[in-house]
């Protein structure tokens, strides 16, 4: 899993509220069990018509946000049914951060497992960095993991809360794999221990 430190980017902004993970990838995608190649399905019913042709009034389909990196969106975002691709897709398009009032908690805990970072702020921010996307290309919104803040592109600065350890995962790139790895030489330990007094094992 990558790290995430630091952020700069396009924040594509989306203020529907109760954006839910079929809205995110449709069911008709979940049949893969990789987590590359669903970025291009990301929110499919509301990027495409029903011939595959884009609909140009949906924001990541518009020239300022094709290449954005963060999403600024309206209450409860991620609800619906838990489905791990949701987060998937949204790496696999490069989203790696959403700011939002609220997610739905699955949700919200598979972001940390898949190295994207979801910030809730108050609704008073999140509207100020909504009208900051709004702007396109030229704003900027720039998240510090390590300090816990995200700035809007005239510099004003919010601060979020986290918890300690999953801050610690994405400081560091370490999914449930990555934890557990971290403990490799205990483990190797362990196994020859047992391997000595229980042979037969």
Not at 10 to 28: F, G, H, R, S
Not at 77 to 101: K, M, N, Q
Not at 167 to 172: D, G, P, S, T
Not at 191 to 201: G, H, L
Request: proline fraction near 5%; include cysteine.
């Amino acid at each position: 899993m990558d790290r995430f430190t630091t952020l700069t980017g396009v924040a594509a902004p989306m203020p529907l509220v109760n954006i839910d993970t079929d809205m995110i990838i449709p069911k008709q995608f979940l049949k893969t069990i990789k987590r590359t190649g669903l970025g291009k399905n990301l929110f499919d019913e509301m990027r495409y018509e029903a011939d595959g042709s884009e609909k140009p009034d949906f924001v990541l389909n518009q020239p300022a946000y094709r290449n954005a990196e963060i999403i600024v969106a309206g209450d409860n975002f991620g609800c619906g049914s838990s489905r791990e691709h949701a987060p998937w897709a949204l790496l696999d398009f490069g989203i790696r951060c959403v700011v939002s009032t609220s997610f739905a908690d699955i949700f919200y805990n598979n972001c940390f497992k898949n190295g994207i970072l979801p910030i809730a702020l108050p609704q008073e921010q999140v509207d100020r960095l909504m009208d900051d996307a709004r702007r396109g290309s030229n704003a900027r919104i720039t998240v510090d993991l390590e300090a816990q803040t995200v700035s809007a592109s005239d510099g004003e600065v919010f601060h979020f809360e986290i918890d300690p350890f999953r801050k610690h995962c994405l400081l560091n790139g370490l999914d449930d794999i990555g934890l557990t790895l971290e403990n490799a030489g205990d483990i190797d330990a362990y196994e020859a221990k047992t391997r000595m007094s229980r042979p037969w094992a």
